[in-house]
Structures are given as C-alpha cells and as structure tokens.
C-alpha cells in the first residue's frame, strides 16, 4: 500500500520536473529560437532584413518594432547613425510590440538583455527570433552570454525603454 503511495508520489515529482524543464525551455530562451528559419551564414547580406540600411531599429506599425542586427565576434552591429557612426543604443517606447531579429556569420553568440525574457542564443546558420513587449522603462545592458572568444566580453549595447 505505501509503495503505491511512494510511487504515484515518484512519478507526479518527475512529471513536475519535466514540466518546469519544458517551461524553461520553451519560455525563458534557454534554446536558440526559431530554428527553422536559415541563412545562408557567408552571405547574410542576401536576406533582406540584415541588409545594412535594415539593420537597426525599424517602426513598422503603430506600436510595432523591428530590431535587426548581426552578432559577429566581437560586435553587435545594429547598423550606422545619420553620422555614419556605429548604433549602440537603442530607444523603443515603453508598451510597444519588438520583434528581435539577429543572425551570426562566424560562431555561436548570444543575445540577451539583461532583466528581461530576452535571452537568445545565435547561431551561424539561423535567424534568432523572439517577440516580445518590453514594458518597465529603464535602460538595459545587452550582453553575449555564450563565450564566442577573448572578446565575449566585449560584446555589449544599451537598450533604453521610455
Ligand atoms: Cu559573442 Cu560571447
């Protein structure tokens, strides 16, 4: 009779287990999103989105935001400003809907900025996507958080949110 309890008991705590395992992988990134989207990784250029006047932030509705960039080591390369000088600062209204785009031509990176769910890892080969909301105003680091060389750590932009 107790070992019936103890294994009904077993059996719920793993299917928890793989329960918090699956939200984690699904809802938090710990996965590279949107894998069936590929890219040809020596030519990124090609796709539409990463062409360097599309690089960047994009308003593309009322409310809705593109972000597209190429994480390379060591860079994220969000496209120039109206000086030709590099983006390294983002600025997305507060409540609006974004949509990340990033794509790598060398190894495997990561996008994420940090206090958020946005957290993706890139990789040569696919087009990273994840949609999101961001609502608290403040300003956020994005990091790389996958070791791509002895520059990781200088891989690294703002995101502001006003
Ligand atoms: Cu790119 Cu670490």
Known sequence: KYEKIWLTFGIGSLVVFLLILGYGAFWKGTHPQSHGVTID???????????????????????????????????????????????????????????????????????????????????PGYISQLETVLKKPGIYTIVCNEYCGVGHHMMYATLEVY
């Open 41 to 123: 990784p020596n030519n990124i250029q090609a796709y539409e989105d990463f062409k360097p006047e599309n690089l960047g932030l994009t308003k593309v509705d009322d409310n809705q935001y593109v972000v597209n960039l190429i994480a390379s080591a060591f860079n994220y390369d969000f496209g120039k400003d109206d000086d030709g000088a590099p983006v390294k600062h983002i600025r997305i209204p507060a409540g609006s809907n974004v949509l990340f785009q990033v794509t790598t031509p060398d190894v495997v990176h990561g996008f994420n900025v940090a206090g958020t769910n946005v957290n993706m890892m890139v990789e």
